[in-house]
């Protein structure tokens, strides 16, 4: 699914966050938008989940402006992943289900064994419960919930940042098969520019509500900008 914002505002109170924010994404790609903490980065994501309106702007999906668009529709075609994974009482299987009971979805116990195994989860752990699993093999369930209901899109909110890096390369890898086996577009927030540089077709650098930078993983490496130099040398949170 393309989406493109144009102009799309947001503000908390009086506090506005960005104005005349514009931005296209790659379609069946891993975009990854980064930049420090504050920039505006969860806020967009929950603008393009349909969760929030922008107070002015257009939010187009597939060419459609959002406001012709009822936000269910929006959130049928587009998953979120949160930073702290939210997995629901009873077992891995009854969490992997979850979503497709409740939108009525057909679905048998093979085909979920069948996408499980596809991204390297044991079969045996379908019948364990959420507190038995590592906070990284939670998260990779939460994903996984959200691919089997199909969306478009996956959307997702500093995955791996509460994980340590041997987990968190398990997930990342993870959202890259998002891309390469089941061709769907995912749009990254993260401040870590390593994992942006790992999983991303394409990179965009947001600061201080405006995209300063949108292409290659290898063309920011070589950016002359000051803030992204700064950025990659360690110099914000
Ligand atoms: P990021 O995800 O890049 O860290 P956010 O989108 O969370 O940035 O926040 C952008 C700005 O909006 C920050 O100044 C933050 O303090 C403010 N903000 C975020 N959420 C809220 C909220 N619920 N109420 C008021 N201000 C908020
Ligand atoms: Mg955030």
Same mark, same amino acid.
């Given at each position: 699914?393309?989406?493109?914002? @144009?102009? &799309?505002?947001?503000?908390?109170?009086?506090? &506005?966050?960005?104005?005349?924010?514009?931005?296209?994404?790659?379609?069946?790609?891993?975009?990854?938008?980064?930049?420090?903490?504050?920039?505006?980065?969860?806020? =967009?994501?929950?603008?393009?989940?349909?969760?929030?309106?922008?107070?002015?702007?257009?939010?187009?999906?597939?060419?459609?402006?959002?406001?012709?668009?009822?936000?269910?529709? +929006?959130?049928?075609?587009?998953?979120? &992943?949160?930073?702290?994974?939210?997995?629901?009482?009873?077992?891995?299987?009854?969490?992997?289900?979850?979503? =497709?009971?409740?939108?009525?979805?057909?679905?048998?116990?093979?085909?979920?064994?069948?996408? !499980?195994?596809?991204? @390297? !989860?044991?079969?045996?752990?379908? @019948?364990?419960?959420?507190?038995? =699993?590592? !906070?990284?093999?939670?998260?990779? !369930?939460?994903?996984?919930?959200?691919?089997?209901?199909?969306?478009?899109?996956?959307?997702?909110?500093?995955?791996?940042?509460?994980?340590?890096?041997?987990?968190?390369?398990?997930?990342?890898?993870?959202?890259?098969?998002?891309?390469?086996?089941?061709?769907?577009?995912?749009?990254?927030?993260?401040?870590?520019?390593?994992?942006?540089?790992?999983?991303?077709?394409? +990179?965009?650098? &947001?600061?201080?509500?405006?995209?300063?930078?949108?292409?290659?993983?290898?063309?920011?490496?070589?950016?002359?900008?000051?803030?992204?130099?700064?950025?990659?040398?360690?110099?914000?949170?």
């Amino acid at each position: 699914m393309e989406i493109r914002c @144009d102009k &799309i505002k947001a503000a908390y109170e009086d506090n &506005i966050v960005f104005e005349e924010l514009s931005v296209d994404f790659a379609v069946k790609a891993v975009n990854t938008i980064i930049g420090p903490s504050g920039s505006g980065k969860s806020t =967009l994501l929950r603008l393009l989940a349909a969760l929030e309106d922008p107070r002015s702007g257009t939010i187009f999906y597939n060419g459609k402006p959002h406001t012709e668009l009822h936000p269910s529709e +929006i959130r049928s075609q587009v998953g979120m &992943i949160f930073q702290k994974p939210t997995i629901f009482e009873g077992t891995v299987y009854d969490n992997l289900v979850f979503g =497709l009971k409740i939108r009525k979805k057909e679905f048998n116990r093979e085909e979920i064994m069948r996408v !499980i195994q596809q991204v @390297d !989860i044991p079969v045996k752990y379908l @019948d364990k419960t959420g507190n038995e =699993l590592s !906070i990284g093999e939670q998260q990779r !369930i939460c994903i996984v919930r959200s691919l089997l209901l199909d969306p478009e899109v996956i959307l997702l909110d500093e995955p791996v940042s509460a994980l340590d890096p041997q987990r968190a390369n398990k997930v990342l890898k993870l959202i890259r098969t998002l891309k390469t086996d089941f061709g769907k577009t995912v749009i990254m927030v993260s401040h870590n520019m390593n994992d942006a540089l790992t999983v991303s077709d394409q +990179i965009f650098f &947001i600061w201080e509500g405006k995209i300063v930078y949108k292409g290659s993983p290898e063309g920011i490496k070589e950016s002359d900008n000051n803030i992204i130099r700064n950025f990659m040398a360690g110099e914000y949170e």
